[in-house]
């Protein structure tokens, strides 16, 4: 079911959600919740969702996009649905890449964000399953912008430079 997306500004996305317990893998109140969350963020065409952004405080995100898909973004490639559920990422190098980012929760706007360009995860899918790798360029800033809503970050806050906070469509 499509849910509302909460905007910035709501005091949801500013907590620190809750992990999710070994009791809610496969259970159907996840099942509930990740086809809330698919089918909200396909609706409105991101490219991922954090539980948070429709007013759940559980540590739950999923990521899905597809090049052909995409028209604001070039040379992503693809990345198949993927369930994220209690994410650990590190940084691999200090090395960041500058890149305008948008978010759902902060519509219409867009603004310049340096994050690590490789890093390292490791996370469980909605079976329990763990996923161990590493991943960089775009599916890592992905996976870096959407776990900061579980802990309570909005890209605004990781901008150095607010100057580059603008509006997608100045007319």
Same mark, same amino acid.
């Given at each position: 079911?499509?849910?509302? @997306?909460?905007?910035?500004? =709501? ?6 959600? =809750? ?11 996840? %099942? =509930? ?28 995100? @999923? ?14 490639? =693809? ?19 500058? %890149? ?18 490789? @890093? ?32 309570? @970050? ?12 603008? %509006?997608?469509?100045?007319?």
């Amino acid at each position: 079911m499509i849910k509302p @997306i909460r905007k910035m500004g =709501d005091p949801c996305l500013l907590k620190v959600s =809750d992990l999710v317990t070994t009791e809610e893998f496969g259970s159907q109140g996840l %099942f =509930d919740l990740l086809t809330d969350m698919e089918d909200t963020m396909r609706h409105l065409g991101g490219v991922g969702i954090a539980a948070p952004q429709i007013g759940v405080n559980k540590q739950v995100v @999923i990521i899905e996009y597809y090049q052909k898909d995409i028209t604001r973004y070039q040379d992503v490639g =693809d990345c198949p649905r993927k369930v994220i559920i209690n994410p650990v990422i590190k940084a691999v190098t200090e090395e960041e890449e500058p %890149f305008f980012e948008g978010c759902l929760s902060v519509p219409g706007l867009r603004g310049e964000v340096s994050r690590p360009k490789s @890093i390292e995860y490791e996370y469980f899918d909605e079976n329990g399953n763990l996923h161990k790798g590493a991943d960089n360029g775009f599916l890592a800033r992905v996976m870096q912008h959407e776990c900061d809503h579980l802990q309570g @970050i909005l890209y605004p806050m990781r901008m150095k430079d607010m100057s580059t906070l603008a %509006f997608i469509n100045l007319d």
